[in-house]
Nanobody, 115 residues
């Protein structure tokens, strides 16, 4: 059993910043990667950013240069710092953990970018 607990979502004005956090707990062995996905109303879930166990990172083009993903391996925690937020960043953000070929998901945290 793996649990992912997300925090840090909320309402922010355009141009503002947010930091999302996700803490993983439970039966965790040899994590392949942790990351963040998002799903806006009427759209498919998409990758925002991902970081592998060796520290390699991958970002969606839409957030590249505005977001930074980081991880504290000892605590199985991943962070997503998002800057210069735009209304199109509005979505439910889901934490993801990939381990032994299996995806685990958090319940999601709402991010709303609006004036």
């Amino acid at each position: 059993q793996v649990q992912l607990v997300e925090s840090g979502g909320g309402l922010v004005q355009p141009g503002g910043s947010l930091r999302l956090s996700c803490a993983a707990s439970g039966s965790i062995f040899s994590i392949t990667a942790m990351g963040w996905y998002r799903q806006a109303p009427g759209k498919q879930r998409e990758l925002v950013a991902r970081i592998t166990s060796d520290g390699s990172t991958d970002y969606a083009d839409s957030v590249k240069g505005r977001s930074t993903i980081s991880r504290r391996n000892a605590e199985n925690t991943v962070y997503l710092q998002m800057n210069s937020l735009k209304p199109e960043d509005t979505a439910v953000y889901y934490c993801n953990l990939l381990m032994w070929g299996v995806d685990f998901w958090g319940q999601g945290t709402q991010v709303t970018v609006s004036s």
